[in-house]
């Protein structure tokens, strides 16, 4: 059973800088494209940062230069540094694996307020 489960999020004042970390059970992880995407309240989800299997990134024009996505394909991991943390950040982060199928976890909540 496939499954995606992310950790990290919270409360943050602005400027400030949490690690998002998606633990994924897809098989075998190095094939997949993973992603990061956020969905305010009202709201669609959009994409933040991804990764392809190949290592190469991209990011929402929003969040370029302040957050980073990385993966560790030994341990079937991605993550997502995000730094100078905004108001405007805050939102519901969804990991995301892509290959055969499309897979979501649960969402975690990163709050950005003083």
């Known amino acids: 059973q496939v499954q995606l489960v992310e950790s990290g999020g919270g409360l943050v004042q602005p400027g400030g800088s949490l690690k998002l970390s998606c633990a994924a059970s897809?098989?075998?992880?190095?094939?997949?494209?993973m992603g990061w995407y956020r969905q305010a309240p009202g709201k669609q989800r959009d994409v933040v940062a991804s990764?392809?299997?190949?290592?190469?990134?991209s990011y929402a024009d929003s969040v370029k230069d302040r957050f980073t996505i990385s993966r560790d394909n030994a341990k079937s991991m991605v993550y997502l540094q995000m730094d100078s943390l905004k108001p405007e950040d805050t939102a519901v982060y969804y990991c995301?694996?892509?290959?055969?199928?499309?897979?979501w976890g649960q969402g975690t909540q990163v709050t950005v307020s003083s």
């Open positions: 995301n694996a892509q290959w055969i199928g499309s897979f």
């Open positions: 897809v098989s075998p992880f190095r094939l997949y494209n």
């Open positions: 990764i392809n299997s190949g290592g190469i990134t």
